[in-house]
């Protein structure tokens, strides 16, 4: 006799005479059937370990023993990955990509950084003498290390990093110093007591010259013992909004010595009388940093699937007031308020996956040229990264808070998880590029296009402005062309403000500082210009059953529209919209909320995250969210006894004391 | 001699030749000279007494001692409050406004339910005698109560509840049962671990007839030894996204008897015989209703407040990056960019308050009339509050994280205490009438209104409608005019929504569920309609000098340009906006900016937020960011030893396991 399992009836109801293949969605957002399968396996592998398991929800514990617990799945994790099938690092992207990492390491990894940025800067700044010194330490583990940047008053320009590394010749080494209080790194995951070598990214001065900001390889703590080497000073920053136990730490560098040898020279040179030798190319490290946004589009969406898949159950799950009156409390996603809430962000989920799926493409194909050393793809490359990064985390911040919201106080609960992919999430609005940065960035790419009538296939938009009719076509085609008119008239309306700007007698840089307002608008403009064509060409190009063409067709569609009732203004002022037009566009969306209702739990089910991932009893497969509600209150210590120790302490003589 | 005050260089010069007396803008937003003379004293009372500070910042400590750490905090402040010259329940009033409550209990406060609503709900829903009974005990702290509504399967819903309170005439008791898990009580504050009273609604059961929901004065543990009661199941739903010391709870009844008399009987009865006698006005709980929602609106701007203060005293000390090529790096705040996103936030803290000061002074304006019984009045005043509730709370929550945000990663710490306030205001959207809830209730007030040309003072505009030339004028006067025919223009295609709906063969209930998103778009619009016009209209009517009306007239005309901006859509579409005027409007908007930035810590110096309720070392008054961060991490447990013990568990043995 097999045992019985529970799924909640309405959520069966969902489920029945579902129109598409879920497998096909799975296997597309997976990039194939394989990955899938191989996906899969990886995922029981890991999750399937008792010891990988929290024995009580690390959010009861104090910051201390968070760390201390999720060191000792981290170093677990790290034996199972050594003996794992697939082998080490392949399987360490895969756990990254598929958001089990964070199914297992709630509350971040200790060693992340070692695998996330120290390897990668070994590799992409050591020559090959220093790569084989560490290289091998490293992948078995001999050593962590992490990878110090960002100083306690310096962020993103990196010309203000203020650690040196001044180098001696009498002795062959270069001397590193924190000539003040904000020249302390500040932020470095790992670095806090876990790491115990870093890449150190520091001014260098030699000759009586400072060089700019290089790496050097510095050993931070004793291989045996642990304790910091003398002269540096190394800590923990305290905790956060999210990712408590990323162990971000603190390191002062009172006079450090290193041998010359430590300067990664993979790109310059430091030569033993002092001699400082240039880079070749300065546009090689542009790869990574494309590279690395993708992979942070990637990540922000793969929280925000988890966000709506937790709150799309729960909404068909819960019951709530009435619609028609004498009736049964509907399920909550019956209304349209919750419909307009939660189907965005589930279109939303597709368009970013498309959009970073397609700049990855861009990328590799550029890759070919780049590697017989034409680098001219690269800047567009560069500005399409820091576009999407942008958008695709400030955006999936938004609407994780919306999934949340449209949850009630249950999504207030941490057991929702909720908070703590809001937290994830908008981490990456500050990291790898603050978005404000970025968007200006990615403005001036687009103002130098725009003026000089010259630039990379993204913004070739902004030089051969289409011609024609200037109507609205509210096909996903047409509107695509809204999109790109947006983009261009806001760019138009940057540039006339930059130029007033300068009529008014502003420096350049007065000039630009005072329009950022608008240069920013422009670049989101472009930004979303990428996603909603890369949306509706993806589609176009794919080869997906009539079914999923159809319902994926659906969300498109929703989501394109969606972004111009959001933002009307600027359809109105650039793109020549008019009132009937969007009352037009206002009940298209509400027809497709209607739509795509029926299909809602069936889609999310096609992101086959499985309830360990989920991490919440809201968004549990079965729907069986009051009792998993309840068993989550068990756990808490406070409910292990009726009555607290603290009630003899504090309340009963204040009870007592008749005030 | 007396030891030299720090204060960083560059707020000293922000501070500079000040235009206005900060000390005028603190009185207006007090309430009067003497109102900041008292809060001054009340704080410095509290904060003096070194017993009420944290030995260990909260954050660094597990749940259970959060807990507990905040009950010891929670019983002090109670004794301190006895013996405060102001007296008890006054005093406590004046904490909670000021902030100062959340500057000592930080985590919230577990004793706070039995003020806010256990104690209020006795004195509005108790007979004489049963206050009488009850009242002195509570005022006393000889018990301690809290006020159980909400169900783990039911909020918003009142009809909804499950739990049953059916009357025995054999014995003349009530008979409490949770019939389902789905009815236990689930978030009442302080039912976990520190409540043995409660206030408990349920639906009453007489005579084989359900009455509906009524209020029971349950005890929930024993007063000596704090059990729980035989029947009684209770115990606390585990950590939230904030306010984890709140001590929220859970209830169920297993068949618990209570005397009849512990049904509160102000408003209905039930005799011995068991006849149910109905209450004679069901309006009175419209004006506990208006007042909570008052608060919570007063709350959420005190918090936006403090957000405010703290990136804007941030920005000005934090440099970054280069505007002119070889300058010193610039003052954040000097970003146009920065400026977008802190100079609307802190417009908006006035917007907000004089909004919430002048529904308040127009329910006390009702108050009069109501106490002779006519109550015609009150339908406008809650519609009003439930406006203006859910539009501060979902603003002021955004608002909060874009200033957190402005602050890059610093702010992401939780000793920026942003994430604190963010998880306060963050929760106003749903507790206290869930926002989208209200937003449908504002909106068939409005639909009614528009259609039937009849509803109170509020809504008046949408039945006298103003005549005249549709030309945009944007004086702050004419601006409100526009805000008008956009709260117009929205209810009206609202109810063409509803009428397409109808003509489609919906039933009522379907076309307004089909026409919810218009609906909520029509009630937010009447929102920032009053928000606006109590904005433009208070500054006209008070008596404040020339030089302080000037810089608030400023933020004045910011805020409410910025909002259309924001949603410029809704103004081409209902208030015949056009390109010029957009552009005219955005070209304003950023002088002011510029107009604005030199006086923004001046300002926000105005708002007279002491160290201790900022509870921020990037917000202090001296400007001492990096020291004061670097003090924070230095009392982080991990910090007090070089290396944790985990090291030797957990890393050294993968160190040296050469994988």
Redesign the interface.
């Known amino acids: 006799m097999t045992k019985e399992i529970y799924e909640n009836p309405d959520l069966k109801k969902e489920r029945q005479n579902c129109p598409f293949n879920k497998e096909e969605i799975t296997n597309f957002l997976d990039g194939g059937k394989e990955k899938t399968t191989e996906r899969r396996q990886l995922e029981t592998y890991i999750l399937s370990d008792e010891q990988l398991k929290d024995a009580v929800?690390m959010?009861?514990?104090?910051?201390?023993?968070k760390?201390?617990e999720e060191?000792?799945k981290?170093?677990?994790l790290?034996?199972k990955l050594?003996d794992s099938p697939a082998g080490?690092v392949q399987t360490l992207r895969a756990l990254m990509g598929a958001g089990l990492g964070s199914a297992i390491l709630k509350e971040g990894n200790p060693i992340a950084l070692h695998y996330v940025m120290f390897i990668p800067a070994l590799m992409g700044q050591g020559t090959v003498e220093q790569q084989a010194k560490w290289l091998e330490k490293a992948?078995?583990?001999?050593?962590?290390g992490t990878y110090a940047q960002?100083e306690?008053?310096?962020?993103?320009?990196l010309?203000?990093l203020e650690t040196k590394a001044t180098y001696d010749p009498v002795t062959k080494e270069f001397v590193l110093e924190s000539p003040s209080?904000?020249a302390?790194k500040?932020?470095p995951g790992s670095l806090?007591?876990?790491a115990?070598y870093a890449v150190v990214m520091a001014q260098l001065y030699t000759k009586g010259k400072c060089e700019g900001i290089h790496p050097f390889m510095v050993q931070l703590r004793d291989?045996e013992?642990?304790?910091?080497l003398p002269g540096i000073l190394v800590?923990?920053?305290?905790?956060?909004?999210?990712m408590n136990t990323n162990d971000n730490g603190?390191l002062g560098f009172d006079k450090v010595r290193i041998p010359r040898e430590q300067l990664l020279m993979k790109h310059s040179q430091v030569l033993e009388d002092g001699t400082y030798v240039k880079p070749t190319n300065s546009k090689l490290s542009y790869g990574t940093m494309v590279f690395v946004r993708v992979v942070v589009c990637q990540d922000v969406t793969v929280n925000l699937r988890k966000a709506v898949t937790i709150a799309t159950r729960y909404s068909c799950v819960?019951?709530?007031?009435?619609?028609?009156?004498g009736d049964r409390?509907p399920q909550v996603m019956?209304?349209?308020?919750?419909q307009?809430?939660l189907l965005p962000p589930l279109a939303a989920t597709f368009g970013f996956q498309l959009a970073a799926d397609h700049l990855w493409n861009l990328y590799n194909t550029a890759n070919n040229s780049m590697e017989q050393g034409d680098m001219e793809l690269l800047p567009d490359l560069h500005g399409l990264s820091c576009a999407l990064k942008a958008l695709c985390s400030s955006e999936a911040a938004n609407f994780v808070?919306t999934c949340r919201?449209s949850c009630?106080?249950h999504?207030?609960?941490?057991?929702s998880n909720?908070?703590r992919i809001y937290g994830q999430v908008?981490?990456a609005?500050?990291?790898e590029g603050?978005?404000?940065?970025l968007w200006?960035q990615v403005a001036r790419y687009l103002v130098k296009t725009r003026k000089e009538k010259s630039g990379g296939l993204s913004v070739k938009y902004l030089i051969d402005e289409e011609k024609g009719p200037r109507t609205v076509d509210t096909t996903p085609e047409g509107i695509v062309k809204l999109y790109r008119r947006v983009a261009v008239g806001l760019v138009d309306?940057a540039i006339a403000?930059l130029e007033?700007n300068s009529r008014k007698g502003y420096?350049p840089?007065?000039a630009w500082?005072?329009?950022?307002?608008?240069l920013?608008k422009a670049a989101q403009a472009h930004a979303r210009l990428f996603v909603v064509e890369s949306f509706v060409d993806s589609l176009k190009g794919s080869r997906l059953s009539a079914p999923v063409r159809a319902i994926l067709s659906q969300l498109c569609e929703l989501f394109i529209i969606y972004w111009i009732?959001d933002?009307?203004?600027?359809?109105?002022?650039c793109a020549n919209l008019k009132?009937e037009d969007?009352?037009q566009l206002?009940?298209k969306?509400?027809q497709l909320?209607?739509a795509i209702r029926p299909q809602a739990v069936n889609i999310v089910d096609s992101f086959d995250l499985r309830d360990e991932i989920l991490g919440s009893p809201l968004g549990c497969w079965d729907g069986n969210v009051?009792?998993r509600?309840?068993d989550?209150?068990?756990?808490?210590?406070?409910?292990q006894k009726?009555?607290?120790?603290?009630?003899h302490?504090?309340?009963?003589?204040?009870?007592?004391?008749?005030?």
Chains 1, 2 share one sequence.
């Not at 933002?567 to 002022?573: I, K, N, Q, T």
Request: glycine share 8%.
């Open positions: 929800p959010e009861y514990l104090s910051h201390a023993d760390y201390a060191l000792r981290s170093c677990l790290m034996h050594a080490q992948y078995n583990l001999n050593i962590i960002t306690l008053g310096h962020g993103t320009f010309r203000g209080l904000t302390y500040w932020w806090g007591k876990t115990n291989e013992t642990h304790e910091p800590g923990e920053i305290g905790p956060k909004l999210g603190y819960r019951r709530q007031s009435e619609l028609k009156p409390e019956d209304y349209q308020a919750q307009h809430k808070e919201q009630g106080g999504g207030y609960m941490s057991c909720f908070p908008t981490a609005i500050t990291y603050e978005n404000t940065v200006l309306i403000e007033n420096a840089h007065d500082n005072h329009a950022a307002v608008h920013i009732l933002r009307s203004g600027d359809f109105f002022l009132k969007l009352l206002n009940s969306y509400v909320l209607a009051y009792q509600l309840f989550e209150a068990a756990k808490s210590p406070l409910n009726n009555v607290h120790e603290s009630f302490k504090y309340l009963k003589p204040l009870l007592k004391s008749n005030l």
